[in-house]
């Protein structure tokens, strides 16, 4: 049995507090290492060596940092392979799917490439006689990020790449079910040129967690993952006087109008609906077609292509369309979910309850579900189920559509597929969502965009990656300098008036 460590100081790190959590292959559902799980004094000493490291990092010149971040993409992608046989090894998803969880993480490590662009501050030459003002963009210290099992790559890179790119150190508290890849990623910083100490990987759980967000020299913090735990530190973080942004879960709505194309609204909610076994929080886990007519031809296009889908282990290769979710548990809680559907009246068109695959019998596959007929009180329409199951609500008006996904309660992303402009423009314009796809069903920010859900998709005041992530990772002095020889003769001792 594979003993995985902490990232400390530029070295793996063994856990002492005896303490772990089991890391499955959920292909097999075999117990494939032991991750150990950081206790307070764990956290504190890796956050104080952080503390240590900083300066030094804060006071390299920008330039000089966005060479190490261009080392670090160039070691991404010699081994992009072996980063991905590893992720899909703990994560399940498809070699392709996790080679893209990689990919979409070392874009953002690119975009901060241009950080000696990006912390540029402002300067205004005279704001007043002989008085110059600017602005400069210093980095906060020691800060945190705190990421989900569903992209152990990306997410992770989302977070570390910014907060180091202006000079921060890092703490990074990967999930605890996938945390091989955090680890790699730690490694090739490593071998990138970053300091020792500079970047730091605790493995753990709510201990760790809670032990970052009470620690007084970490001074802001990331998360993603599921709602109740973003609110819970959320709330926590900033009682505890911390700059936090969390993004949350989600229930991605796509409106299908009767004049979409069909045929492309039922490839797109198949990828959307089913890719990653559905665990992605951007995607489509709710059709909304407009009208009886639409939704009886979307669904006569949906059923044969979801039937056709192979389900699989990443070790089969391309054909896989997607593998199996993370762990037992939530295969059972995506059933039990199912079940409540059928028990509240929906229509299960596609039944995957049987699904079961010879040879890997216990691995944690569900088969794909649709739902038809789906209503607005029922479980499975209220709850992310984060599993290969898409819901359909018949909607009867456009105003019908819109309305269902402007009153959920979850704003992450939505769609809408029509050939109609001026709907498509109204939707974008009028939706209470953080991004919005128009046919295009996952509609993910590139890099230099930013990543962001409303409602309780999300919490705080600025997005993921793009400018925002210079925003958060830094703050702001300003600057108003004097430099006449009038003061020679003596101070002024009024407030003066820039005129
Ligand atoms: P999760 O909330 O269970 O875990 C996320 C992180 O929080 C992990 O590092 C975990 O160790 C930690 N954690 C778990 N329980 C905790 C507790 N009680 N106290 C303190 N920390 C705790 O989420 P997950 O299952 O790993 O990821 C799936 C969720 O993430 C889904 O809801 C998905 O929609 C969401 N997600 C959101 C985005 C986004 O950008 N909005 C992106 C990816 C995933």
Redesign the pocket.
Known sequence: MQELSHFIDGAHTAGTSGRFADVFNPATGEVQAKVPLASRAEVDAAVARAAEAQPAWGATNPQRRARVLMEFVRLLNRDMDKLAEALSREHGKTIPDAKGDVQRGLEVVEFCIGAPHLLKGEFTDSAGPGIDMYSMRQPLGVVAG??????PAM?PMWKMAPALACGNAFIL?????DPSVPLMLAELLKEAGLPDGVLQVVN???E???AILENETVQAVG????????Q??YAKGCENGKRVQC????KNHMIVMPDADMDQAADALVGAGYGAAG????AISVAVPVGDETADRLIEKLVPRIEKLKVGPYTAGNDVDYGPV?TAA?KANILRLVESGVEQGAELVVDGRDFSLQGYEDGFFVGPHLFDRVTKDMDIYKT?I?GPVLSTVRAKSYEEALGLAMDHEYG?GTAIFTRDGDTARDFASRINIGMVGVNVPIPVPLAYHT???WKK??FGDLN?HGPDAFRFYTRTKTVTARWPSGLKEGGEFHFKQMD
């Not at 508290?173 to 079910?177: A, H, T, V």
């Open positions: 705190i990421t989900p099992f569903n992209f997410i508290k990967p999930s605890e079910r753990g759980d709510k760790a967690v809670d998360f993603v993952g599921s709602t109740p735990i973003a819970y530190i993004f949350g879960g989600a665990e992605r929080c951007m993370v939530a992310e984060f992450n990543f962001g859900g998709s999300g993921q």
